[in-house]
Structures are given as C-alpha cells and as structure tokens.
C-alpha cells in the first residue's frame, strides 16, 4: 500500500465552522491531489499541488483553500463549511510519470450539519 | 455533457461470469487509460493502465481502448464474489496526472 495517511477519517461540523484535512506521505511523491467523491459524480478535482508552496486549482475548488508547506503534508480547508461540502474527500499521490502512479488514500468522511 | 460517461450500474453476475464494463469519453485529446477499483469505504486502487489504444491483459482482466471511437472496456474473466466493488474509469491527457473520473459502475458477483 502507498503510504498515504488522510486525518481525520470521519468528521462532523457545523455550518459555517473552518475544517481543515490532512494527507501525510511518506513516499517523497512530488505530487499531491485532493478530490471529493459524491454520488452522480465520481471523483472531482478539487486541488492539487506539484511542490512546496506550489499548488493550483481543480475543477471543483470553490470554499476550499490548499496549503503544502513540506513534501509530505498537503492540507484542505474549508474556510467555512456549507452543507454542499459533506462528501468523501480523498487525497492522492503521484510521482509524476503518468497515470500509472496515482495511488489513493482511504478517504475522510466529512458531514457538515 | 459529461466528458466522461460511465453507466452507473448495479450490476449483478454469478460466480464466473465475464463482465464487460465500459466508458465513453468526448476528449479526442486523453491519452492515459485508468481503471480503478473501489471498495466499500475504501480508496480507490489502481487496477490496470493503458496508454493509448489498443489491449493489456493482467490475470482475469482486460483493458481495451477504442480511441476512434472514444470507448475503452475492462473484462473480467472468471469473475469471483471477491471482484464485488465500484469500478472507476479513468483518463488524462499527455503528460498531466490530472484525471477525469466516470461514475462509477458498482458490480456485485453473488456465488
């Protein structure tokens, strides 16, 4: 298994509350990804980093802010959570040499009530 | 239109079925061909990987990409009770990691 440690796992907030999520790796990957995973939708990009202090916007990265201060840890806030924003959130890894080496962490479990 | 299309299932097989599982695609520019697999509560994994057109073959599964027609394939030979998950496609352009996902299509085989 890829070593991709997302945290917290599960998570309920409140509306309007700041929420941040953690993806550790400890493969020295250059590139990182967040995705949101819903029904009818699949998995969407959300954003994605490829070095430190280097990130840029996916296709779904409104509410959401990324930081990516060492290679290991790449963080998503929500800024101020809405109820739009309760899905699974899935961080991946890549070394940038193609498709072939994506690899998935386990998913965080986001509920905003 | 979605880029990626992908029919969401459910899909269900007995034991040793072959499965054929598909996606459709608009983007004449994607090169990379992914399909992935998920379980229930779990991450995706990467199941197989083509560039281009044409087949892989990996054990029971097979990918084809059909780029005339802008249609890849995943078979399942033998299919087993333990192959019941979500399967993803997946795609991307040259030299870019980032991926267009399909759907889903969740397969159940039952014994």
């Known amino acids: 298994d890829a070593g991709i440690t997302q945290s917290p796992r599960h998570k309920v907030t409140e509306t309007g509350t700041p929420v941040t999520l953690r993806c550790h790796q400890t493969?020295?990957?250059?590139?990182m990804y967040w995705y949101r995973q819903d029904p009818g939708h699949g998995l969407r990009l959300i954003h994605y980093?490829?070095?430190?202090?280097?990130?840029d916007k996916g296709e779904v990265s409104d509410g959401y802010s990324v930081s990516r201060s060492k290679t290991e840890d790449f963080l998503l806030t929500l800024e101020s959570a809405t109820s739009s924003q309760t899905s699974v959130y899935f961080c991946?890894?890549?070394?940038?040499?193609?498709?072939?080496?994506?690899?998935f962490g386990e998913g965080s479990w986001l509920t905003v009530v | 239109q979605k880029e990626v299309e992908q029919d969401p299932g459910p899909l269900s097989v007995p034991e040793g079925a072959i499965v054929s599982l598909n996606c459709t695609y608009s983007?004449?520019?994607?090169?990379?061909f992914m399909w992935y697999r998920q379980y229930s509560r779990k991450g995706p994994e990467l199941l197989m990987y083509?560039?281009?057109?044409g087949n892989k073959e990996d054990g029971r599964f097979t990918a084809q990409v059909d780029k005339s027609s802008k249609y890849i394939s995943l078979f399942i030979r033998d299919s087993q009770p333990s192959d019941s998950a979500t399967y993803l496609c997946?795609?991307?352009?040259?030299?870019?990691?980032?991926?267009?996902f399909g759907t889903g299509t969740r397969l159940q085989v039952f014994p």
């Open positions: 991946a890894i890549s070394d940038g040499a193609g498709g072939n080496t994506i690899y």
């Open positions: 493969e020295n990957h250059r590139y």
């Open positions: 980093s490829y070095g430190v202090k280097d990130t």
């Open positions: 983007n004449s520019a994607f090169q990379y």
């Open positions: 083509t560039y281009s057109s």
């Open positions: 997946a795609m991307s352009l040259y030299n870019t990691d980032k991926l267009i």
